[in-house]
């Protein structure tokens, strides 16, 4: 592929549907509504970022900066699509957010896995080693509390780092 028929940006208001379509077809991720992802290609455009190719959104990370810790980003999401799989581009489109002045304060990365997603393990275990930062893992939502048809959630809190 290319290098110039990716384009990594932020998301504005007509990215909502591809997102969707995007998030739908990388299970086991939860799937949102249209207008979840409108809002956070809007409200959260400084914190959430869009990698497109040949102009169709292949990959989206979504977060923010968390009100009662200024100094840590939440990662909420993270999906890449079938051609941008296997070369990193999750990573990268973590450092791109993290790199923006939106999170110059942000000291600590937080993030829910459930205890069986081994891809998002083995990606979180891999940026703390690369930023040489502590990884704290604890369950923040129990399945009882998720509805019992769905695993715990597991925070993951990283950090701190520069």
Known sequence: MPSENLKIRKPNANDGVAIHQLIENCPPLDLNSTYLYLLQSTHFAETCVVAEVNGKVAAFLSGYIKPDSPNTFFL??????????????????????????????????????????????????????ERNAQLVDTVLFTSQQLGNDHEPEILVKIGPFQ
């Not at 051609?83 to 002045?101: D, F, P, S």
């Not at 997603?117 to 990606?123: D, F, G, P, R, Y």
């Open 76 to 129: 909420w999401q993270v999906a890449v699509g079938d051609v941008l799989r296997g070369k990193g581009m999750a990573k990268q489109l973590m450092n791109e957010v993290l790199k923006r002045t939106a999170c110059n304060n942000v000291e600590f990365l937080e993030t829910t896995i459930t205890p069986d997603n081994q891809a998002s393990w083995a990606l979180f275990r891999g940026f703390a080693k």
